[in-house]
C-alpha cells in the first residue's frame, strides 16, 4: 500500500495491486478522501502568480497564498488566505454539500485570477458521475477519465485521475454539456508534487482560461495525520 496525502483535496488513496474497479468505486475512492488515509491535516504556503492579456500587453502579478485543510471520514474543512486579506473558510461533506464562508469584509482578489474555493477544495467531485470514457495518459501517468455534473455550480466537470494511484491530475470546467470540440471555461491541473513525513501533497498548480492563467507554488509544507485535540489550531487569522 502506498499512501498518499495530496492536498487541495487531492487527498489520493492507495495503489491496487492487479484489479481493475468500476466505475462507482473508483469514483467513490475519489470523493471520501479519509475513506483510506484517515484523518490528517496539511499546511502550505506559497505565492499566486496571475498572468493575463489586457490591451495587448501581458500583466503578471504576485500574491500570497495560504491554505490549511482538516480532513476527517466525511469531511473536511478547509481555510484559504489570499493576500493575507482575504480569506474563506470552506466546510465539504464529501457527496453531499459545500458550504462557503468568508472571513473578510475584501473580497474579489481570488475571483479576478481565477481562484474558487470550492475549486481547490475539490467540492466538484460531489457531483454525479456521468459517464467514464477511454483512458487517457498525462504527463506519462496512464489516467481514467470521468465527467461530472454538479447541479449545486449548474457545471459539468471533466476529470483526469490517476489509474493506480486514485489523484486528480487534471480538471476541465464547462458551463454546458461538453461535446468533443467543446472549450473549458477554465482547467485546473496539477504540475508536481513533493513529500513530507511520508506524505505527498500538490506542491504545483495551474488554473487558466481563456486569455489568463493563475500559477500556485507552495514552497513551505507541514502534513501529519489529524488528532481532534488539535481542533482548528493550523488555521491563520487575517492580518
Known sequence: MRIFIIFLCFFASFFVFGKEIDSKEFFAVLQDAARLNGSTYGVLEGSAIHSRREKGRKITEEF?????????????????????????IVGRVQKESTSVRRLSKKSGLMERIGLSPRDLAMSFLDGELLKEFEPQTLRMVPCRVFLIYNKNQQEWVKIYAAKEYFFVLKAEFFKSLPSEKSI????????????????????????????????????????????????????????
Not at 500570497?64 to 474563506?88: H, R, W
Not at 513529500?195 to 495551474?206: D, G, M, P, W
Open 184 to 239: 473549458p471555461s477554465r482547467t485546473l491541473e496539477v504540475h508536481s508534487f513533493a513529500q513530507k513525513n511520508s506524505l505527498y501533497y500538490v506542491k504545483a498548480l495551474e488554473i487558466f482560461g481563456p486569455g489568463w492563467r493563475t500559477d500556485v507554488e507552495f514552497d513551505k509544507a507541514d502534513m501529519n495525520k489529524y488528532d481532534p485535540e488539535q481542533g482548528t489550531a493550523i488555521f491563520r487569522r487575517l492580518k
Open 64 to 88: 500570497p497564498c495560504f491554505m490549511a485543510v482538516i480532513i476527517t471520514p466525511g469531511k473536511s474543512i478547509t481555510q484559504i488566505i489570499l493576500n493575507n486579506d482575504e480569506g474563506y
